[in-house]
């Protein structure tokens, strides 16, 4: 059972939710988990006037996702900061050139899944969430969240992320703010759920 889970990230903070997704993927016997990135679109000049070339070279080593990979996968899980309440051109242009899985209806019965960053706590965490599931029903997908049984989403003890439509973390003004342990918690949670599915699914 393939495993892969496609993101992009700016500063680093959906990279470390993605990792802590895979963590808790592999933690469901047979699942072969893989990490990959959605190509960037800004020119590096944009970048580094952006100060997130050097958070970047972090995670550099993930490979660059081929948009045919997603046809191999069990279940992809996405990854995404928030643009507007929405995800970012990166993961659209990404999305947008697979018209020809669409079209052979490759991903019909994959289980898919969302996880994504905002700078604020109201910063369209939700809406990024649910208007990404709109491409994955068009593709036919088994869409899966985050249940309550993660009960670390009901807190009200701390500021954090997460909601049934999947984990969140929130990155603070200036992005100073790395996702908190009860989010990779969750985050973890989710990515053995959907494996879990998946093993279900595919079996």
Avoid at 65 to 81: K, Q
Avoid at 93 to 108: E, H, N, P, R, S
């Amino acid at each position: 059972m393939r495993i892969l889970i496609v993101y992009y990230s700016m500063y680093g903070h959906v990279h470390r939710l993605a990792e802590a997704v895979a963590e808790g993927a592999k933690e469901i016997e047979g699942a072969e988990v893989e990490m990959r990135r959605v190509p960037e679109t800004l020119s590096t000049e944009i970048l580094v006037k952006m100060g997130a070339l050097e958070a970047q070279k972090s995670f550099a080593h993930v490979p660059i996702c081929a948009v045919d990979e997603l046809a191999s996968a069990d279940a992809i899980i996405f990854g995404t900061p928030t643009r507007f309440g929405n995800m970012c051109g990166q993961m659209r242009q990404f999305l947008d050139a697979t018209g020809q899985l669409w079209a052979k209806g490759k991903l019909v019965g994959k289980v898919g899944s969302v996880f994504t960053s905002s700078a604020t706590q109201h910063g369209g965490q939700e809406s990024t969430i649910l208007s990404f599931h709109i491409t994955l029903l068009h593709h036919g997908m088994i869409v899966v969240g985050l249940p309550y049984t993660f009960q670390g989403q009901m807190r009200i003890d701390e500021i954090t992320g997460g909601s049934p439509y999947g984990v969140s973390t929130i990155a603070g003004g200036q992005g100073e703010r790395m996702p908190s342990e009860n989010e990779l918690a969750g985050a973890r949670f989710q990515g053995k759920h959907v494996a879990m599915i998946a093993s279900k699914v595919w079996k």
